[in-house]
């Protein structure tokens, strides 16, 4: 398999990727593009993503792009991925599917940048919303499923939520007890922190994201 990525410290749908091909011990051959610069869509239009956006998983010259699409296609053969009761394995993916398609105010005060960290702030009202959303789903996990994982086994969901911890960290966000102890979890996860030692390797800056 081929998984082209982007920026280490910067792109969370590289890192879960990444992630899940880890936590599944597949080998892959990592390529690297540069986000956020010209040429960049193309380059990876060129490699076999259509959509020229990372990540973009290869296998056999077939390709598949969309980090959701990446795992609903590796689940075919790693029923792990997800849990393996229905109405969890449900759930995991509706979190997912909502965090993936939502979040966007979160998002867009919050660049992923895994090496900067910023001092605490009050936030608009549209991003505390979004805090306290991703809080509630980490807390309803909590009170629902037995160990540190948001669904009792280690899957999908909480390489999702990954970088999201990493946003959090980097913001210094307030969370409850509950939500702080999952953003601990999830941080100290040895290939959550692979990734994190990788970022700090990562000599790429994108201006936008460093303020």
Request: with cysteine; glycine share 4%.
């Amino acid at each position: 398999m081929q998984l082209v990525i982007g920026n280490k410290n910067y792109s969370s749908w590289s890192m879960r990727a990444w992630l899940l091909l880890r936590f599944l011990d597949i080998p892959f051959e990592e390529t690297n593009v540069d986000l956020y610069v010209p040429g960049t869509r193309e380059k990876v239009k060129a490699l076999g993503g259509e959509t020229g956006l990372v990540p973009m998983l290869k296998e056999d010259g077939f390709c598949v792009w969309d980090t959701f699409a990446i795992a609903e296609y590796l689940y075919e053969r790693y029923p792990q991925i997800w849990p393996s009761d229905p109405h969890s394995r449900a759930r995991a993916r509706s979190v997912c599917a909502e965090m993936s398609s939502g979040l966007s105010a979160l998002r867009n005060a919050m660049p992923v940048n895994i090496r900067l960290r910023k001092e605490a702030k009050k936030w608009p009202a549209d991003v505390q919303a979004d805090v306290e959303r991703v809080s509630e789903i980490w807390r309803n996990c909590a009170n629902q499923y037995p160990g540190p994982w948001l669904f009792g086994d280690f899957c999908a969901a909480d390489i999702f939520f990954a970088p999201v911890a990493t946003r959090f960290q980097t913001y210094s966000v307030a969370l409850d007890e509950a939500s702080k102890n999952y953003q601990q979890v999830i941080l100290a996860h040895s290939l959550v922190q692979e990734w994190i030692e990788m970022s700090k390797d990562d000599s790429s800056r994108i201006d936008n994201f460093e303020h």
